[in-house]
Every structure is written in C-alpha cells, then in structure tokens.
C-alpha cells in the first residue's frame, strides 16, 4: 500500500468560485445541440439512446465549483489516480503502454504523457459538464483510443472509484459529501456518454474490419529504416479489413522484458488487398523498440481493429 499524499492545502485565494449554469438542459435538446454542432453520426447514436439522464442543477454547479482547483492541482489527482489503479488493479497494465507513465509529452514539461492527457480531460469534462456539443470532440478522441486498446465496460467501475478516491484524497477537507456526491454522479454519466460513443465507434470498427477485437495475423514483410519498421500483415483466411491510410490499431504483445504483456499502437500506411501495411515508429519506448528489433517474417501478432480518422499525412508518434 502507497502512502497516501498529504491533502493539497486550498487557502482562500483558491476558494472555488460559483460559475454562472445554464438551466439543466433536457437531455434530448443537449444532444440534439451536438448533432446540430457536430454534424455527426455518433452524436446521433446519442440522440437515439434513451439511458442519457440529465444532471441536476445542483450537480452541474457543484463539479463546476471545482474548475479552478482542478486547473490547479489536476495533475496531483491524475498522478495519485493511476497508482490508485495500478495497485488495486495490476491487471489493467496490459491495456495501458506504460511507458507514457513515466515521460513528459511535448510541451507539458515534467508532466507524464497520460497524466496530462487524463487531467485535460477531466478539466474538460468539469468545465463542459452539461454541454455535450463541447466535450464530444475530447469524448471521440479517448472513446477511440478505449476501443483500440479493448477497454471493457466493467473496467470503467475501477477507474471511477480511483478517480473519485484520488480527487477525495487530494481535495481534503474540500472533499464534502456533497462534492463527492456530485462528483459520482458526473462520472456515472460521463461513463454513460462514453459506453454509448465507444459502442457505435466499435460497432462500425468491426464491420470495416471484419473482426471484432484482436485477432492473429501473420508478418509477411518486414522492411526496417532508420526510424522504425514496416511491416506487412496478413490475416487469417477469409478476413479481408478495410482501412485508410493515417488511421491506427492497437498490437498487444507478450514477453516484453521487464513488462510482460503490454500494447503498443501502430499507424496505418494501407491496406492493399486485405493485408495490412503497418508503421511503428522507433519512439524510445520499450514496447515499440522491442517489436522493432525482434519483428521477423512468419511471426504471428495480435492485431486490434483499425480505428480513428484517415488521413492523408500519417501520423508518427
Ligand atoms: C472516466 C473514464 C475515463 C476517462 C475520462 C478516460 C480518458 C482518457 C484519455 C483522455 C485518454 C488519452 C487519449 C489520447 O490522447 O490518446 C485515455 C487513454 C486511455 N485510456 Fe482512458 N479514460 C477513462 C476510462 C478508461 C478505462 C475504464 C480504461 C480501461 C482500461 C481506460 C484505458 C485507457 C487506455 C489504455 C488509454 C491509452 C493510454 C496509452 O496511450 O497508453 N480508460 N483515456
């Protein structure tokens, strides 16, 4: 068990400030904002769902209260959130390139990759909490990384608890029952929101694939150059999956020395054929630089389905 940090001192000047609501929107005028904004198909898988309850008043007020601690002290409630579910849940590592634990992302000096990530999203989400036109570009962006890496329903209740008892213990005494209460109301729904977002992005990654998850498939060319490695991917007899240039797919490994199982994501270069041509790029990461260097002809790999936007420039990272 980690000690538990001291509980963040919030003096006045932090005082969480009331933020102007807007009247609690039916939920079917919300979305319907966001299909209007959007123009898009998932926005109106969320329109045809009936599940989407709107917050009260009183919710969307309090987590808006607590913008500017979040603004402030974000990334203490993240870090001490993904050691929280690490150590309760070992298991979710393979989901996770864990690397990204541990280094900064551009621009976000000191800060790990997924710890800024996260903290953005949920400033996000406090922020918009009862505007789902403006949380659905960041909703679509972490619903597709979840659909790649196969995250799973049933995992969502282990990240909300962590994420809940992160935010009580970096809140102290500011966590009152009645900021907590709204806090897991908030996250009930955002869990909500993304099951309904993550289904329908799932449901047409598998119809463009032809699987659902991860399947074997074979190398059946390996090119290395200085920055990394393509390589060509066969699938199994009678799988022919659809993909554009610029879109991407999770490899989940096993074996990684010093890691065991993990995920990695390659970008997509084409899919002539119904093979798959594949870039991973030589990043510094232990997963990429061991696929990298023991990728060979013949091997079999396990394959998530392709997901996110084609694009005409691929996108290394
Ligand atoms: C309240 C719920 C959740 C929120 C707000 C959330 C948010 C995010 C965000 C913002 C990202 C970064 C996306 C990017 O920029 O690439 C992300 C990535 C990810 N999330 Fe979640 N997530 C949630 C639940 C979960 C759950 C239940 C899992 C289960 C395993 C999960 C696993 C992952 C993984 C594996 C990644 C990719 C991380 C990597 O690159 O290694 N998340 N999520």
Same mark, same amino acid.
């Given at each position: =068990?980690? $000690?538990?940090?001291? $509980?963040?001192?919030?003096?006045?000047?932090?005082?969480?400030?009331?933020?102007?609501?807007?009247?609690?929107?039916?939920?079917?005028?919300?979305?319907?904002?966001?299909?209007?904004?959007? +123009?898009?198909?998932?926005?109106?898988?969320?329109?045809?769902?009936?599940?989407?309850?709107?917050?009260?008043?009183?919710?969307?007020?309090?987590?808006?209260?607590?913008?500017?601690?979040?603004?402030?002290?974000?990334?203490?409630?993240?870090?001490?959130? #993904?050691?929280?579910?690490?150590?309760?849940?070992?298991?979710?590592?393979?989901?996770?390139?864990?690397?990204?634990? &541990?280094?900064?992302?551009?621009?976000?000096?000191?800060?790990?990759?997924?710890?800024?990530?996260?903290?953005? &999203?949920?400033?996000? #989400?406090?922020?918009?909490?009862?505007?789902?036109?403006?949380?659905? $570009?960041?909703?679509?962006?972490?619903?597709? +990384?979840?659909?790649?890496?196969?995250?799973?329903?049933?995992?969502?209740?282990?990240?909300?608890?962590?994420?809940?008892?992160?935010?009580?213990?970096?809140?102290?005494?500011?966590?009152?029952?009645?900021?907590?209460?709204?806090?897991?109301?908030?996250?009930?729904?955002?869990?909500?929101?993304?099951?309904?977002?993550?289904?329908?992005?799932?449901?047409?990654?598998?119809?463009?694939?032809? #699987?659902?998850?991860?399947?074997?498939?074979?190398?059946?060319?390996?090119?290395?150059?200085?920055?990394?490695?393509?390589?060509? =991917?066969?699938?199994?007899?009678?799988?022919?999956?659809?993909?554009?240039?610029?879109?991407?797919?999770?490899? &989940?490994? +096993?074996?990684?020395?010093?890691?065991?199982?993990?995920?990695?994501?390659?970008?997509?270069?084409? &899919? $002539?054929?119904?093979?798959?041509?594949?870039?991973?790029?030589?990043?510094?990461?232990?997963?990429?630089?061991?696929?990298?260097?023991?990728?060979?002809?013949? =091997?079999?790999?396990?394959?998530?389905?392709?997901?996110?936007?084609?694009?005409?420039?691929?996108?290394? #990272?």
């Amino acid at each position: =068990m980690q $000690p538990r940090p001291a $509980p963040v001192p919030i003096g006045a000047d932090q005082a969480v400030q009331a933020t102007a609501v807007k009247p609690v929107m039916p939920p079917k005028e919300e979305i319907a904002a966001a299909v209007h904004a959007h +123009k898009e198909e998932i926005a109106a898988a969320l329109l045809d769902d009936t599940s989407l309850k709107p917050l009260p008043e009183s919710v969307v007020l309090t987590v808006k209260n607590t913008v500017p601690i979040l603004r402030k002290h974000g990334t203490v409630v993240i870090s001490r959130f #993904y050691a929280m579910l690490f150590e309760r849940h070992p298991e979710m590592r393979v989901h996770f390139t864990m690397d990204r634990q &541990a280094r900064g992302a551009a621009g976000a000096a000191g800060v790990p990759a997924q710890v800024a990530a996260l903290s953005r &999203a949920m400033l996000m #989400y406090a922020a918009h909490v009862d505007d789902v036109a403006a949380l659905l $570009p960041s909703l679509k962006v972490f619903s597709t +990384k979840h659909v790649s890496r196969g995250v799973r329903r049933a995992q969502y209740t282990h990240v909300i608890c962590c994420l809940l008892d992160a935010l009580k213990d970096v809140l102290g005494d500011r966590a009152t029952p009645k900021v907590m209460s709204a806090w897991r109301e908030a996250f009930a729904r955002l869990g909500t929101l993304a099951r309904i977002v993550e289904d329908d992005i799932r449901k047409k990654a598998a119809a463009r694939a032809g #699987y659902d998850g991860f399947i074997d498939m074979t190398v059946v060319e390996v090119h290395h150059d200085c920055d990394g490695v393509e390589i060509v =991917m066969r699938p199994p007899e009678g799988v022919r999956p659809d993909a554009d240039a610029g879109m991407f797919l999770a490899i &989940a490994l +096993k074996n990684v020395p010093n890691m065991g199982r993990t995920m990695l994501t390659a970008n997509i270069l084409r &899919a $002539p054929r119904g093979v798959l041509r594949l870039r991973i790029p030589r990043n510094g990461e232990r997963a990429n630089e061991f696929l990298i260097d023991n990728v060979r002809v013949e =091997m079999a790999l396990r394959i998530g389905m392709p997901v996110g936007e084609p694009k005409s420039e691929v996108y290394h #990272y």
